[in-house]
């Protein structure tokens, strides 16, 4: 594997595949997304950070302390280390930052773009 230099990232690619037989809203805005449909654009995103290493590269895990992330730019946005899902390659269900809600929840309701 490359690596990606001062990052620490080690992570040279991936792929993501998603269930064809999903009900998926693929709008540009939230428009039409119904009650019963995913919203591709949130769970496309979730899914490029984890590629990216997000829950899934030994740096991520270097800036977890307990049940919490810890890394600078996370805490400065959300206030505070940041908590984690038990996975701890999630945020904790339910996070919120300025009232709305995060796209490293782990959990993707229907009917709501994130």
Do not use: C
């Not at 998926?24 to 995913?38: I, K, Q, S």
């Not at 899902?85 to 229907?110: E, I, Q």
């Amino acid at each position: 594997l490359g690596t990606r230099g001062w990052s620490g990232f080690s992570l040279w690619g991936g792929s993501i595949s998603f269930d064809t037989t999903q009900t998926w809203h693929f709008g540009l805005t939230t428009a039409g997304l119904d009650p019963n449909e995913l919203d591709f654009y949130s769970v496309a995103t979730h899914e490029l950070g984890h590629v990216l290493g997000i829950g899934t590269a030994d740096r991520w895990f270097s800036q977890v302390q307990g049940s919490a992330f810890v890394g600078p730019n996370a805490r400065a946005v959300y206030g505070g280390p940041v908590p984690l899902n038990a996975d701890k390659a999630h945020w904790a269900d339910g996070v919120t930052v300025g009232g709305k809600p995060v796209s490293l929840d782990p959990v993707m309701n229907y009917g709501v773009r994130v």
